[in-house]
Nanobody, 116 residues
């Protein structure tokens, strides 16, 4: 079955950096667009970034543009989210999503906490 496993979350001070990883299995990874979403406590899940199946194009939410970078390694079936200049408002559970047409698969999430 399809599995998406996020890792790399943790606690960091404002201004710090973290890199999240999402390892995929059970699907033809190269065919799927991959995205990161996040959900802060008491708020709805929001889209953060997307990378096309080939890795040729990326898109970002305005709130993270210039600070976060999404990338993928199709040989490793892994998508990454490099986060820099982190702010307290970036605190959330971060989820990766695989998308192909109407198919959507989600990981279990990894917690990121930005606090001094």
């Amino acid at each position: 079955q399809v599995q998406l496993v996020e890792s790399g979350g943790g606690s960091v001070q404002p201004g710090g950096s973290l890199t999240l990883s999402c390892a995929a299995s059970g699907l033809t990874f190269v065919s799927y667009a991959m995205s990161w979403y996040r959900q802060a406590s008491g708020k709805e899940r929001e889209w953060v970034a997307t990378i096309a199946s080939t890795g040729g194009s990326t898109n970002y939410a305005d709130s993270v543009k210039g600070r976060f970078t999404i990338s993928r390694d199709n040989a490793k079936n892994t998508v990454y989210l490099q986060m820099t200049s982190l702010k307290p408002e970036d605190t959330a559970v971060y989820y990766c999503q695989a998308r192909l047409a109407v198919r959507r698969y989600w990981g279990q999430g990894t917690q990121v906490t930005v606090s001094s």
